[in-house]
């Protein structure tokens, strides 16, 4: 039986009072999420583009096919590689965690068994993963988590999008993990652009596009320099469904802060303690502001032939291979020159909180 007409005006009346003290609530006192949300986690893919020497940080190529990714995605950087060991640099980007935490320090340096990665856990929540790299990184780091793995030092990028076409062809019932890894970007970082082209194809043709989240980024800059400057690298991202499209941000973050935010967007299970696993020095909150076009500047360790690094806003702190302790004021923060020596109480303070930092990065033995 339907209610009398004057119940159901009344219901509806008292329907639309109730309903908007109860959002209205919500968004006055709720709890604020400061991650990214997204409403089907479980259908999203993960593409990493990483090649292993860019030209010139402070320059985009113009190729049309980069300018249309660049357009459909967001512009971070230039970002501090962790290292200029190509493979504790590419353990870095898939654990999250510095070179004195995860452990490749040296050519013969491997992870040790059961460190997480964000490929090792995306398997572990059903997704097919696979690397197809120009080189060996995959081997010289130890990383694990990749279902399919074909390294070739000779690989080229026409090779590349042909192996992640086959790839993402085949795995059409299942989410995927993709890293593709060019050893040169090529003149005006065309081989580069050609492969973001001939993956942009292949994700169009595949049916995951406006699903696929997809950073491109690089190992080690073009820069001639004694010291760490040559870390600085560019980070290009592109969201599902084009979110933030054309944002750019000036932020300076590292390659670390990639592994965290994969991890939340693609909602995997974090590093276990339990397990033995230490935490991920990740931060994903900083890079996701960062790609809706906020801008800053963090402390950024690196690790290398030149010693270990602690950049901060305003200082450069150095422990060169020798031994000897340096801190420098810094007149521009990404520039390895126009800096004036610390001295006296500065230097010690400067020495201490050098010590402090390194001693919270390294794991727990």
């Known amino acids: 039986m339907k209610p009398p007409e004057t119940l159901a005006r009344t219901l509806l009346a008292v329907l639309m009072l109730v309903a908007p003290l109860v959002f209205g609530a919500r968004m006055l006192f709720g709890e604020r999420v400061d991650e990214p949300q997204f ?15 860019w030209d010139d940080p402070a320059e985009l190529p113009t190729a049309a096919h980069f300018a249309a990714f660049v357009r459909r995605g967001q512009v971070v950087g230039p970002l501090w590689a962790s290292s200029d060991l190509p493979a504790a640099a590419a353990a870095s980007l898939w654990t999250g965690r510095a070179p004195i935490s995860h452990g490749v320090r040296g050519p013969s340096d491997r992870l ?26 995959v081997r010289d780091a130890g990383l694990t988590g990749f279902d399919q793995i074909i390294e070739d030092p000779a690989m080229d990028g026409q090779t590349l999008g042909r192996l992640a076409r086959g790839f993402l062809a085949r795995e059409t019932d299942r989410r995927i993990l993709l890293w593709l890894h060019l050893p040169e970007s090529g003149p005006l970082a065309a081989d580069f652009a050609a492969l973001l082209a001939d993956l942009d194809e292949a994700l169009v043709e595949s049916g995951r596009a406006a699903d696929t989240i997809v950073f491109a980024t690089a190992l080690l800059s073009g820069l001639d320099t004694p010291d760490e400057s040559r870390l600085l690298v560019p980070l290009i991202a592109r969201l599902p469904a084009a979110l933030n499209a054309g944002r750019t941000s000036t932020a300076v973050l590292a390659h670390t802060d990639i592994a965290g935010l994969a991890m939340r967007l693609l909602r995997l299970a974090p590093p276990s303690a339990l397990a033995g696993q230490p935490p991920l020095q990740s931060r994903e909150t900083v890079l996701w502001g960062a790609l809706r076009g906020s801008s800053g500047v ?13 950049r ?12 000897a302790f340096s801190a420098k004021t810094l007149r521009n923060p990404r520039a390895p020159e126009g800096v004036t020596p610390l001295r006296g109480a500065a230097l010690e303070n400067a020495r201490r909180r050098f010590a402090d930092y390194r001693a919270a990065l390294a794991p727990i033995r």
């Not at 409403?39 to 020497?53: E, I, N, S």
């Not at 901060?312 to 031994?323: E, F, I, S």
């Open 39 to 53: 409403l089907r986690p479980a259908d999203g893919d993960f593409v990493l583009v990483t090649v292993g020497q």
């Open 112 to 137: 040790p068994a059961g460190t997480w990665t964000v490929a090792e856990a995306a398997r572990a929540s059903g997704t097919r993963t696979a690397a197809f790299i120009g080189g060996t990184l």
């Open 298 to 310: 963090l402390e950024n360790w690196m690790e290398g032939s030149f010693g270990e690094v602690l």
């Open 312 to 323: 901060l806003p305003d200082q450069r702190l150095a422990l060169d291979p020798t031994g």
